[in-house]
């Protein structure tokens, strides 16, 4: 576990690593552990059970879902963004509106 907590350098993967030796080493609660690293204690069993599941490469695994597509496109989506900027610019001088 030492090991791999120098081999991984992103404070992601650190930060799961981590709580993975502290539930080994049995230094805190799992409350203990989400109020140490500012997480909810939810995520503490989700990271746990990604280590059961599929080791070290299960919980370094991230899942990118991706963006939607858009629904409106084109000339329709510009006109829309125009609109949207000018009730804003009118209304609550707020930023310009992004689709």
Same mark, same amino acid.
């Given at each position: 576990?030492?090991?791999?907590l120098?081999?991984y350098?992103?404070?992601w993967?650190?930060?799961?690593?981590?709580?993975?030796?502290m539930?080994?080493?049995?230094?805190?609660?799992?409350q203990?552990? +989400?109020?140490?690293? &500012?997480?909810?204690?939810?995520r503490?069993?989700?990271?746990?059970?990604?280590?059961?599941?599929?080791? &070290? +490469?299960?919980l !370094?695994k991230?899942?990118?879902? &991706?963006?939607r597509?858009? !629904?409106?496109?084109?000339? !329709?989506?510009k006109e !829309?963004?125009?609109?949207?900027? &000018?009730?804003c610019?009118?209304?609550?001088?707020?930023?310009?509106?992004?689709?």
């Amino acid at each position: 576990m030492e090991a791999a907590l120098k081999m991984y350098t992103k404070a992601w993967q650190q930060q799961r690593l981590l709580v993975i030796r502290m539930i080994a080493r049995h230094e805190m609660s799992v409350q203990q552990i +989400a109020e140490y690293l &500012g997480v909810a204690r939810s995520r503490i069993f989700v990271w746990r059970d990604k280590f059961e599941e599929g080791g &070290g +490469a299960g919980l !370094l695994k991230r899942e990118y879902r &991706g963006f939607r597509t858009p !629904l409106i496109k084109g000339e !329709l989506q510009k006109e !829309l963004i125009e609109g949207c900027n &000018g009730l804003c610019k009118v209304h609550c001088n707020a930023r310009p509106a992004r689709l």
